[in-house]
């Protein structure tokens, strides 16, 4: 069973950064998608950004030249990187991998931003 652990998510005021953190229970070496995702109250999850093994990312455009994903492999982590931070940002992240036809899901962090 894979298991996703997140961690690093807060409350920050408006403009402010956090860098969440993803652990995987496995090694992500040759985990081909990786990446976060976000919902908010009354809202749909949506993707935020995601990563492949090669390093090809991908972004919404309402983050994109604010987030910045990444992945360590030797660490089994990924992270997201989220600067100049906003209101609407406000959501449970969660972090996603999807292995072969399953897809795993971590439990989730609140991200408040707010002043």
């Known amino acids: 069973q894979v298991q996703l652990v997140e961690s690093g998510g807060g409350l920050v005021q408006p403009g402010g950064s956090l860098r969440l953190s993803c652990a995987a229970s496995?090694?992500?070496?040759?985990?081909?998608?990786m990446g976060w995702y976000r919902q908010a109250p009354g809202k749909q999850r949506e993707l935020v950004a995601a990563i492949t093994t090669g390093g090809s990312t991908n972004y919404a455009d309402s983050v994109k030249g604010r987030f910045t994903i990444s992945r360590d492999n030797a660490k089994n982590t990924q992270y997201l990187q989220m600067n100049s931070l906003k209101p609407e940002d406000t959501a449970v992240y969660y972090c996603?991998?999807?292995?072969?036809?399953?897809?795993?899901w971590g439990q989730g962090t609140q991200v408040t931003v707010s002043s």
């Open positions: 996603h991998a999807r292995i072969g036809v399953y897809n795993y």
């Open positions: 496995i090694s992500i070496f040759s985990i081909r998608s």
